[in-house]
């Protein structure tokens, strides 16, 4: 944009990006409607033990979907969430709904005589950040009647970065309350080993990023090899981010990971489907195209 004259007058005179802040301002208050009339939605995706396909729990993912039938993805949401504050009550939301999820569910699996599920919940770095945060957490495991232990909080590195250290604080009360911390997209942040050293952390997700090389490319391979090496010195849970081939689901339990998530065995899912996959037991990998070769 052109500088004009005036202090402020190159406000008018990029279309582009007045209409980017015309969009952004919408989807703004779309959001608050969204929050208002509760139209947000949790899919559901398991993660599942790479030994033999049980699943270990899921992790639940946020979507907004739309009076037209189409479905924002939080990527194209979460972000701007965070920058307007939004994501306070979102987050709460998110995670109340996954918490009662996840009680019923393993009331159910209780009934039945099989082992209870995990439910792991993102949260961003302004939740991580807010003082109020782990009573928030307490309170929805409370009146969920979960127990701590099957709640996985999932916080990336970069929400981690936070000078006041509130977010490590607030992950500590977490942690002495038995609730689980996952480093989320492992690999792709800053200062990782610093992180592992300082932080009160039970798992690590490797990010998709990596798994994607393994095993073909044998540098990203022996990158991950090296994390889960380091994760199991630490006694850390290592779950495999975007698992899309038995190959990969393969070769990662024969490099020491133990859980895997991904499209291999199933795409995030609405709550009935997810429902339905438990009731089943495992997750059957679909079937091969070919046989012989690959006998994972
Ligand atoms: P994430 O926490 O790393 O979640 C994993 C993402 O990878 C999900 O995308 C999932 O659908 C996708 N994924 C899983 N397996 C595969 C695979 O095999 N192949 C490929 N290509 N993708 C796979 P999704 O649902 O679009 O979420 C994107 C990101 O948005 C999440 O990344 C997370 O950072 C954020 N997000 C999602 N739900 C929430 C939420 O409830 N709260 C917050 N704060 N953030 C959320
Ligand atoms: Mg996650
Ligand atoms: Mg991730
Ligand atoms: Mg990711």
Known sequence: ??????????????????????????????????????SFELYYQPIVWLDDGDIGGFEALVRWPQPDGTIIMPDDFIPLAEATGQILPLGR???????????????????????????????????????????????????????????????????LIDRAGQALANLRTL????????????????????????LPVSALKIDKAFVDGVPAEPRQ?????????????????????????????????????????GYLYARPMPVREASELMRAGRVKLPREAKTGADSA
């Not at 402020?8 to 980017?20: K, M, V």
């Not at 569910?105 to 599920?117: H, K, M, T, Y």
């Not at 770095?125 to 109020?132: K, V």
Request: net charge neutral; charged share 25%; proline share 4%.
């Open 221 to 261: 391979t022996a990158l991950v090899k090296g994390i889960i090496g380091i994760a199991k010195s630490l006694t850390l849970m290592v779950v495999a981010e975007g698992v899309e081939t038995r190959e990969q689901r393969r070769a990662l339990q024969n490099m020491g990971a133990d859980l895997g998530q």
């Open 93 to 159: 939301w998110i995670l109340r709904t996954a918490t009662e999820q996840a009680a019923r569910w393993n009331e159910a699996r209780l009934a039945a005589g099989v082992a209870p599920v995990k439910i792991s919940v993102n949260v961003s770095a302004h939740q991580l950040r807010d003082p109020g945060f782990p009573d928030e957490v307490g309170k929805a495991l409370t009146d969920a009647g979960l127990d701590p232990a099957f709640l996985m909080v999932e916080a990336t590195e970069s929400a």
């Open 175 to 198: 942690t002495q309350h038995g609730v689980g911390v996952s480093l989320d997209d492992f690999g792709t942040g800053y200062s990782s080993l610093s992180y592992l050293r300082d």
């Open 1 to 38: 944009a052109a500088k004009g004259s005036g202090p402020n007058s190159w406000r008018g005179y990029d279309p582009r990006l007045r209409a980017e802040l015309a969009r952004a301002a919408a989807r703004r208050s779309g959001l608050d409607r969204a929050l208002a009339e509760g």
